[in-house]
């Protein structure tokens, strides 16, 4: 098993330290989950936690070998995870689309994911949970990873500042194309991310905040790890599904918002074009929230500042986050 120091700098091949049984503070879990104590990051893997040094996986695991595997990225708040069973089906939906079979119940999966939040003492925080194809050998067929590998980590996640999301960000467009759905579907959330790796390089090297990703046909898909809306005359659009955005939760909550706002909001193929001359533009995912973006390709997006649709959004948002979502803590 290949292990990492604190730093995350890859170690020497020794095995795996043993572990010491514990019961969980809810007493919750349907099967006996046993830990590795220490100052650091309790991290879950296939029923146990070790400390973020000792945390390993087999360096012959298809999900670091191939990128074989799903994962999902989810938000807790105020002592309280927000939309973690939308996140579960679309994490099973994944599975299903790459017959990956997860080797634990929905039931199971939430008290594991809800105990490494308690383990690490967490009220607020950013929960990565990870479903990998498992150990198999260097070939590349899947047939011989015998058991999936989960992995659970607890912790906190900041992609922009506290300004940013007041005066917005810039994006750009990238000549990375977005992967077509008939070649690998956005809609399956898999740990190869290497499309949108390809385009947030673009966005670095050309100074922007993020990336806009087109798909083959020239219309706008999403960004490397956001989904974009813009406003028009005081309705909101939104690239379809099929355009090769990614089923987003925080996009979803958009939709239920918009609703309960009375504000119209439309799945339609948009162009760089109706980026360039929207009155407002925002982005949304679950690490990123709802930021608004205030230029795009150097061009200024309505006045160059957040507009009042997005800070309704924004503001909403907020609101829905510290007042729902599943307990931790009983």
Same mark, same amino acid.
């Given at each position: 098993?290949?292990?990492?120091?604190?730093?995350g700098?890859?170690?020497?091949?020794?095995?795996?330290?043993?572990p010491?049984?514990?019961?969980?503070?809810?007493?919750?879990?349907?099967?006996?989950?046993?830990a590795?104590h220490?100052?650091?990051?309790q991290?879950y893997?296939?029923?146990?936690?070790?400390?973020?040094?000792?945390?390993?996986?087999?360096?012959?695991?298809?999900?670091?070998?191939?990128?074989?595997?799903?994962?999902?990225?989810?938000?807790?708040?105020?002592?309280?995870?927000?939309?973690?069973?939308?996140?579960?089906?679309?994490?099973?939906?994944?599975?299903?689309?790459?017959c990956?079979?997860?080797p634990?119940?929905?039931?199971?999966?939430?008290?594991?994911?809800?105990?490494?939040?308690?383990?690490?003492?967490?009220?607020?925080?950013?929960?990565?949970?990870?479903?990998?194809?498992?150990?198999?050998?260097?070939?590349?067929?899947?047939?011989?990873?015998?058991?999936?590998?989960?992995?659970?980590?607890?912790s906190?996640?900041?992609?922009?500042?506290?300004?940013?999301?007041?005066?917005?960000?810039?994006v750009?467009?990238?000549?990375?194309?977005?992967?077509?759905?008939?070649?690998?579907n956005?809609?399956?959330?898999?740990?190869?991310?290497l499309?949108?790796?390809?385009?947030?390089?673009?966005?670095?090297?050309?100074?922007?905040?993020?990336?806009l990703?087109?798909?083959?046909?020239?219309? %706008?898909?999403?960004?490397?790890?956001?989904? /974009?809306?813009?406003? $028009?005359?005081g309705? !909101?659009?939104?690239?379809p =599904? +099929?355009?090769?955005?990614?089923?987003?939760?925080?996009?979803?909550?958009v939709?239920?918002?918009?609703?309960?706002?009375?504000?119209?909001?439309?799945?339609?193929?948009?162009?760089?074009?109706?980026?360039?001359?929207?009155?407002?533009?925002?982005?949304?995912?679950?690490?990123?929230?709802?930021?608004? %973006?205030?230029?795009?390709?150097?061009?200024? /997006?309505?006045?160059? $500042?957040?507009?009042? !649709?997005?800070?309704?959004? =924004? +503001?909403?948002?907020?609101?829905?986050?510290?007042?729902?979502?599943?307990?931790?803590?009983?």
């Open positions: 098993m290949l292990t990492k120091d604190a730093e700098t890859a170690g020497a091949l020794v095995d795996s330290p043993a010491l049984e514990t019961t969980t503070p809810a007493g919750k879990l349907s099967r006996k989950i046993t590795v220490s100052k650091q990051l991290i893997i296939d029923g146990k936690f070790y400390s973020e040094a000792d945390a390993k996986i087999s360096v012959f695991d298809h999900g670091l070998l191939y990128g074989d595997g799903i994962f999902e990225g989810i938000r807790f708040y105020n002592g309280r995870v927000f939309r973690l069973e939308e996140h579960l089906e679309r994490l099973w939906d994944s599975a299903r689309s790459i990956l079979e997860i634990m119940s929905m039931n199971e999966m939430t008290e594991a994911l809800l105990e490494t939040i308690r383990q690490n003492e967490l009220r607020d925080g950013y929960i990565r949970l990870l479903v990998t194809r498992g150990i198999g050998n260097l070939g590349l067929n899947p047939a011989q990873c015998k058991r999936p590998s989960v992995i659970i980590i607890a906190t996640i900041a992609l922009y500042s506290p300004e940013i999301y007041q005066k917005g960000l810039t750009v467009t990238c000549a990375t194309r977005r992967t077509s759905p008939g070649a690998l956005p809609a399956v959330k898999s740990l190869n991310y499309n949108n790796v390809m385009a947030r390089i673009e966005a670095n090297l050309a100074g922007a905040d993020e990336a990703m087109l798909n083959d046909a020239g219309h %706008v898909a999403e960004c490397t790890a956001d989904n /974009i809306f813009v406003v $028009k005359r309705q !909101i659009f939104t690239p =599904i +099929a355009a090769g955005a990614l089923r987003g939760i925080t996009r979803l909550v939709f239920e918002m918009a609703a309960e706002l009375g504000i119209k909001i439309t799945e339609a193929d948009i162009t760089r074009h109706d980026v360039f001359i929207a009155d407002e533009c925002f982005l949304t995912g679950t690490a990123a929230e709802i930021i608004p %973006v205030v230029k795009a390709d150097g061009r200024l /997006i309505g006045n160059g $500042k957040p507009g009042p !649709i997005s800070a309704r959004m =924004i +503001a909403r948002f907020r609101q829905l986050t510290r007042e729902t979502g599943r307990p931790i803590y009983n």
